[in-house]
């Protein structure tokens, strides 16, 4: 296929919340994944979607060894991915959803490559990924999940702290990372998964993508393994000293049942 060809059949895979058929691209390198990416990326905001950030996948063991893959990856973020914190989500658009917990950080300045990553950053905050491969079962190779945009699906970011803030964590290196499902423990970690320390997944970040805006929102990477995220299930991800975000997933009609 080509790269125009897959990326459309990657976002109508999507767009119709079925995986995509046959299941074989035939990609096999990274940069010709990347512009499948873009390309992909490129559709999105053609349809007025604006970027709000990036994702680094593949940061934690937990991650690599559940999908099988071994390199870091990273993919996009559009404002139609936001979910409000607390708020509901509906999963209907989505073919077999899964949960992450993760940690954001939201830059206040320019981040270039080889500048101390720390100084860029205004906040960071827990947050909670929900990834939707537009692969059958999730299977794919490193470049078909790039070309995939990730897996990306939505996010959902919690309060924010300032990087050093009077009460907050004085080192990000080792907060526990819990995810809950309906209040019942899903995945339980540390945030020293991410790279051995999340302010890693900066560095990573600029290096993979170039500089990056202040606005952006970077997620650095799950921690722990994903879960499967079945509609009406209440999510919380915790990471200790930086506090909770959470949301529902719901499909169209339990959001109406519960609106009516
Ligand atoms: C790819 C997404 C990886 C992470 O946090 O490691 C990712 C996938 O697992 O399908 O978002
Ligand atoms: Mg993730």
């Given at each position: 296929m080509t790269i125009t060809a897959l990326a459309e059949s990657l976002d109508r895979a999507a767009l119709n919340a079925r995986p995509l058929p046959g299941g074989v691209t035939g990609l096999e390198d990274t940069t010709e994944a990347?512009?499948?990416?873009?390309?992909?990326?490129?559709?999105?905001?053609?349809?007025?979607?604006?970027l709000t950030g990036v994702k680094l996948g593949f940061?934690?063991?937990?991650?690599?060894?559940?999908?099988?893959?071994?390199?870091?990856?990273?993919?996009?973020?559009?404002?139609?991915?936001?979910?409000?914190?607390?708020?509901?989500?509906?999963?209907?658009?989505?073919?077999?959803?899964?949960?992450?917990?993760?940690?954001?950080?939201?830059?206040?300045?320019?981040?270039?490559?080889?500048?101390d990553p720390t100084a860029a950053v205004a906040a960071v905050a827990p947050a909670l990924e929900v990834i939707d491969s537009r692969y059958d079962g999730f299977r794919f190779s490193l470049p078909?999940?790039?070309?995939?945009?990730?897996?990306?699906?939505?996010?959902?970011?919690?309060?924010?702290?300032?990087?050093?803030?009077?009460?907050?964590?004085?080192?990000?290196?080792?907060?526990?990372?819990?995810?809950?499902?309906?209040?019942?423990?899903a995945e339980t970690g540390s945030t020293a998964a991410i790279l051995g320390h999340p302010l890693r997944?900066?560095?990573?970040?600029?290096?993979?993508?170039?500089?990056?805006?202040?606005?952006?929102?970077?997620?650095?990477?799950?921690?722990?393994?994903?879960?499967?995220?079945p509609p009406g299930t209440h999510v919380r991800a915790t990471v200790t000293g930086l506090g909770a975000v959470q949301f529902t997933a719901t499909t169209a009609r339990t959001a109406t049942e519960e609106g009516a």
């Open positions: 990347y512009a499948v990416q873009d390309a992909l990326i490129v559709r999105r905001l053609a349809r007025g979607e604006r940061t934690s063991l937990a991650k690599m060894r559940q999908m099988g893959v071994a390199d870091l990856i990273h993919g996009r973020l559009t404002d139609r991915m936001e979910i409000p914190d607390g708020g509901q989500y509906d999963l209907s658009g989505l073919i077999h959803p899964r949960v992450e917990p993760e940690v954001a950080f939201l830059l206040g300045d320019t981040l270039r490559p080889g500048a078909e999940v790039i070309a995939d945009n990730t897996s990306a699906a939505a996010y959902v970011v919690g309060p924010w702290s300032a990087l050093r803030s009077p009460g907050g964590p004085s080192d990000l290196g080792n907060l526990g990372v819990l995810l809950e499902l309906d209040g019942r423990p997944a900066l560095a990573a970040a600029v290096r993979l993508c170039g500089p990056l805006e202040p606005g952006t929102v970077i997620l650095a990477g799950a921690a722990t393994a994903a879960v499967p995220l």
